[in-house]
C-alpha cells in the first residue's frame, strides 16, 4: 500500500511508502489511485487557497516568528532574490526540538534545511485530504506549529487522531507512536 507521510517541511510534497521520509502531502497525492492513506506527523494541512503562514498564527503558540529566525538572500535563475529562513540556533531546541538532548539539537539546528519563506504565503490547491482517509499525529509541546493549529487541522480533515506529548520532532523523541500510526493507516486497507 502507498501512503503519504506528512512532517516537519511544510514546502516539501512527496508521497513516499509507509518507511519513507517525512514529507507533507499536501496535494501530492491528489488523485493519485496508488495512495490510500495520508500520515501527518505534526504537520501543516492547508485547506484549498490556504496558506501555512496563516495556519501558523490561526492560535497562539508559534515560536516561529521573525524574532527567532534568521533570514538569507540567495540568488534566482531570473537575476532576482529569494529568501531562506533558519530558526536561530540560540532558540532552536526550545522551538523545534525542546524534547530531545541538548546535544542532538545542537546537531540539528547546525544542519537544519532552510525553508523558503515565500512558501508560507503561496496558496495550497485542493488538499489530498479531501478524499483520501487520513491520519494525524498532534505534538502537544510543538512550539514550531502550535498544537491548537495541529488539532484544528486533524479535526477539520477528519483525520484518526493521536496525540503525544511531544516537541516538533515527535518522529525523532517519540518514533513508536509514530510508528504505530504509519502501521495503523498502512493497515486499515
Known amino acids: 500500500m502507498k501512503l503519504a507521510a506528512a512532517g516537519r517541511r511544510p514546502h516539501t510534497h512527496a508521497p513516499t511508502d509507509a518507511a519513507g ?13 496508488n495512495v490510500q492513506a495520508l500520515v501527518y506527523i505534526a504537520a501543516f494541512a492547508p485547506d484549498d487557497g490556504e496558506t501555512s503562514g496563516l495556519l501558523a498564527t490561526k492560535f497562539p503558540g508559534t515560536g516561529l516568528t521573525p524574532a527567532n529566525l534568521v533570514f538569507r538572500p540567495y540568488p534566482l535563475a531570473d537575476s532576482t532574490t529569494g529568501t531562506d529562513g533558519y530558526i536561530n540556533p540560540t532558540v532552536f531546541h526550545d522551538v523545534f526540538c525542546a524534547d530531545v538532548p541538548a546535544n542532538t539539537a545542537a546537531t540539528m539546528a547546525a544542519s537544519q534545511r532552510p525553508a523558503e519563506v515565500a512558501t508560507l504565503s503561496e496558496p495550497s490547491g485542493v488538499p489530498a485530504w479531501r478524499t483520501i482517509a487520513s491520519w494525524y499525529l498532534v505534538a502537544n509541546q510543538d512550539h514550531a506549529i502550535p498544537p491548537a493549529v495541529e488539532r484544528f487541522m486533524a479535526h477539520r480533515m477528519r483525520a484518526h487522531t493521536v496525540e503525544v506529548n511531544s516537541s516538533h520532532v515527535a518522529m525523532i523523541s517519540h518514533p513508536k507512536a509514530v510508528t504505530d ?6 493497515n486499515s486497507h
Open 21 to 33: 521520509p517525512a514529507s507533507p502531502p499536501g496535494c501530492a497525492a491528489t488523485g493519485n489511485p
Open 181 to 186: 500510526l504509519i502501521e495503523a493507516a498502512a
